[in-house]
């Protein structure tokens, strides 16, 4: 299982915590203040943090940098009893996993360590060593500007939902690329990603191929097909060239 740091300054979380995940074979460290807890993840590398936003002693937002800032696969989840809109953004800009509110919820705790501890696992396969930015994975994206941080953060908040997204670029910018690893860094990754290119379907087959048909439903229909959107499922359905369709 994980090693996990737990930082907040209630005790009745922190020994709450404790307890459920100890018991689910998680190896627990806990302080009450930011101090404390940098020093315990300094001294102990957890996989896992759960950090409260608002410490006696400082912002979480603040620790929450410095923990990134380290070269540790770690993971940051971050607990408030404040639920403004503001600060969540902000913890997700700035590079928390998840973001779970109070009164903590032991399943919504549990699944965003596991989304978490899997988000690890991939990033300890896939690693980006330095030997490879000239011969880049298919999927991978490199970059290190400014404008590039912007979007992987925006990424990294984006595979904390389920929603629509317009990703707008000239022609070869790369708006696949950024629907697959919106798509390889969420909970369902391991669901289907399927590509429809709208310039490539005639007007007249547009329900057909986004919906489907039965065996002959339509001249030429000589077995039932799945559309594109059966297809997906709960995976994700990318439509190239969107501003196609009629």
Do not use: W
Not at 66 to 84: C, G, H, N, P, W
Not at 184 to 203: G, H, I, K, L, W
């Amino acid at each position: 299982m994980a090693k996990i740091l737990v930082v907040d300054d209630e005790r009745s979380i922190l020994e709450t915590l404790e307890m459920f995940l100890s018991e689910k074979g998680h190896q627990v460290f806990k302080a009450d203040t930011g101090a404390k807890g940098f020093a315990l993840f300094c001294a102990n590398k957890p996989e896992i943090v759960i950090l409260d936003i608002r410490l006696p002693d400082c912002n979480g937002l603040d620790i929450l940098d410095r923990i990134l800032s380290r070269e540790y696969l770690t993971k940051v989840i971050m607990i408030t009893a404040f639920q403004d809109m503001e600060t969540t953004i902000q913890a997700m800009k700035r590079g928390a996993s998840d973001y779970i509110h109070k009164p903590l919820d032991a399943d919504a705790v549990e699944k965003a360590i596991t989304r978490a501890l899997r988000i690890l696992e991939a990033d300890r396969e896939t690693p980006v060593p330095e030997d490879r930015i000239n011969t880049p994975d298919p999927e991978v994206i490199i970059g290190r500007s400014d404008q590039m941080r912007k979007i992987f953060k925006m990424i990294g908040l984006l595979c904390q939902n389920r929603a629509t997204v317009l990703i707008q670029g000239e022609t070869g910018t790369g708006k696949e690329l950024i629907a697959r690893v919106i798509h390889r860094n969420s909970t369902y990754d391991q669901e289907p990603f399927v590509v429809m290119d709208c310039s490539a379907v005639v007007d007249s087959l547009l329900g057909s191929e986004l919906f489907g048909h039965e065996k002959g439903a339509f001249t030429g229909a000589i077995e039932t097909k799945k559309g594109k959107i059966e297809l997906a499922g709960n995976g994700t359905l990318f439509l190239e060239e969107n501003g196609e369709l009629p």
